[in-house]
Every structure is written in structure tokens, then in C-alpha cells.
């Protein structure tokens, strides 16, 4: 079993829906929780950074942590054709390395 | 500010080729990482330097995999003797300091062995 797990989707959304990307995990040691943008042949962005329970919210996305669940979340809003894209929740524990997801392709039409 | 640049964007190798990928950081980034990007999957750790000390080398899938940062900023991953499963997209990414610090990522170095 992966310490991460993520359904790798596709999900196609009509242009404006809401999206949820969700991961769930089993190593309690991680602390810091990340959701990541990765177009085709680019590099991972940061979208998101959290580290503790509850809800961050950055203009239409908003990152949710429930550390007694392990599971975190990604909800974007009003979602456009430029927010398609490979989404990857990442998670940080006491090493300096990220241990990522299998990735979300999602694919918002307009 | 320029972020992190990585070269070649694309490597083409024979099997049993040694190959070298480079990554340049974020100036005055201390840590970098290398991750291992399989096709539909998510990046997988391979090591990590705080300056030019390599502090962790666990993901290096095998004694063919070398690492090394030496001025503690340009980076160099080596893989000799290629094998068909290191195809795969090779990302560097760097941090200001290390620990719960973002990691900014570079545009990967695509490798195909044949």
C-alpha cells in the first residue's frame, strides 16, 4: 500500500463547476500538506500550503486538512479551461522529502 | 527572478549509455532535492543536498544512480550503465532553507533509454 493515495481520474468538469481532488494517507508523521499544478512537460507549481487541521482558502481555491482522518482536499471554484492540468497532493513528515500522490488529470471544458 | 533551470530538457540514450543531467537552483537556495517522474505517476524522492553535503540518498533506486553538488549549487545527477526502466522524467527542485520550506521545482530532464 502507498503512503499516499490520490484517484488518478480523468475528471472532466463543464467550465464553472466546482472540483474536488482528494488524497488520503497512512503515515501520521507527515505534518505539512501541499497540492501541486503540473501542466504537460512542465515542472510541479505550488498551489497550496497547509500544515495544520481546517481550511485555507487562496482566491478560488480552497485547501482542507482533516489530520484525524488523513485526508486532505482541494476544492476549486468557478473552475476555467486554464485551470486544466495534472494535480498533486504532496505531504512532508520529519525528512526533508515530499512524498507525492499518483496525480489527478483534470480537464475543465469550456 | 529566474527559477530553477535544468539541462538537457531531453536525453535520448542507448541502453548501457552513462548520462548526466544538471540542475541549476535558485540562487542562494540551500537545499535540493531529485525526484524521478514515471509516466502518469507521481514524483518519487531520490536525494537530497543542504549545500554540498548529501544528506539523504535513499531514493537512489540503485548503485547506478550518483549524485553531487559540490559547490554547493550546481547539481549533477549521473546514471551509468542506462536500463530501459530509468525512462522517466528527472525534476529538480530547490528550497532557501530545507525543512517545511516550499520546494520550487525546474522543468524536468526527459529520459528515454532505448
Known amino acids: 500500500q502507498k503512503e499516499v493515495e490520490q484517484d488518478p481520474g480523468p475528471l472532466s468538469v463543464p467550465e464553472g463547476a466546482i472540483v474536488s481532488l482528494n488524497c488520503t494517507y497512512s503515515?501520521?508523521?507527515?505534518?505539512?500538506f501541499m497540492w501541486y499544478r503540473q501542466y504537460s512537460r512542465k515542472g510541479p507549481e505550488l498551489l497550496m500550503y497547509?500544515?495544520?487541521?481546517g481550511n485555507k482558502e487562496d482566491g478560488r481555491f480552497t485547501a482542507q486538512v482533516d489530520k484525524s482522518s488523513k485526508y486532505i482536499s482541494l476544492f476549486i471554484r468557478d473552475s476555467q479551461p486554464s485551470d486544466s492540468a495534472t494535480y498533486l497532493c504532496?505531504?512532508?513528515?520529519?525528512?526533508?522529502?515530499?512524498?507525492f500522490g499518483s496525480g489527478t488529470q483534470l480537464t475543465v471544458l469550456p | 527572478g529566474a527559477g530553477v533551470s535544468q539541462s538537457p530538457r531531453y536525453k535520448v540514450a542507448k541502453r548501457g549509455q552513462d548520462v548526466a543531467l544538471r540542475c541549476d537552483p535558485i540562487?542562494?537556495?540551500?537545499?535540493l532535492f531529485w525526484y524521478q517522474q514515471a509516466l502518469g505517476q507521481g514524483p518519487e524522492f531520490l536525494t537530497y543536498?543542504?549545500?554540498?553535503?548529501?544528506?539523504?540518498k535513499s531514493g537512489l533506486p540503485s548503485d547506478r544512480f550518483f549524485a553531487e553538488r559540490p559547490e554547493g549549487s550546481v547539481s549533477t545527477l549521473k546514471i551509468q550503465r542506462t536500463q530501459q526502466e530509468d525512462s522517466a522524467v528527472y525534476l529538480c527542485?530547490?528550497?532557501?532553507?530545507?525543512?517545511?520550506?516550499?520546494?520550487?521545482f525546474g522543468p524536468g530532464t526527459r529520459l528515454t533509454v532505448l
Open positions: 527542485a530547490s528550497s532557501l532553507r530545507g525543512f517545511a520550506d516550499t520546494q520550487y
Open positions: 503515515n501520521s508523521a507527515f505534518q505539512y
Open positions: 497547509t500544515y495544520s487541521s
Open positions: 504532496a505531504m512532508e513528515g520529519s525528512a526533508r522529502q515530499l512524498t
Open positions: 540562487s542562494g537556495h540551500v537545499s
Open positions: 543536498f543542504q549545500n554540498e553535503a548529501q544528506l539523504d
